[in-house]
């Protein structure tokens, strides 16, 4: 199982990234992806999660933040808007997490595999 996260940068606050995170080895047919993120300083957060049939955010980026996918495409995206300089991180995609509700308390070393990650910098 391989996960490549691909779409950090440097954004203004109030823009916007998508974060693609893809997949090989395995299928999204059959298998929740989450993605967590680590700012500098701070311990690492999951904030959302695919499942499916079900989607999962932190309240941190609720409302602004949306995870999709393309099964086709073996690909899993996070649409990231209305950037605050906080959500400065890196940023990771990960696998299994069963249930979509668990990213909020599952440290991704526990999962089975992760990415190399993806630097977001938001900042003006």
């Known amino acids: 199982m391989q996960l490549a996260e691909s779409g950090g940068g440097l954004v203004q606050p109030g823009g916007s990234l998508t974060l693609s995170c893809t997949v090989s080895g395995f299928t999204l047919d059959n298998f929740s992806i989450g993605w967590y993120r680590q700012a500098p300083g701070k311990e690492r957060e999951g904030i959302s999660c695919i499942g499916l049939t079900s989607k999962f955010y932190a309240d941190s980026v609720k409302g602004r933040f949306t995870i999709s996918r393309d099964v086709a495409r073996n690909t899993v995206y996070l649409q990231m808007d209305n950037l605050k300089p906080e959500d400065t991180a890196i940023y990771y995609c990960?696998?299994?997490?069963?249930?979509?509700?668990?990213?909020?308390?599952?440290?991704?070393?526990?999962?089975?595999?992760w990415g190399q990650g993806t630097q977001v910098t938001v900042s003006s």
């Open positions: 990960a696998t299994d997490l069963g249930p979509c509700s668990r990213v909020s308390t599952i440290p991704m070393e526990e999962l089975d595999a």
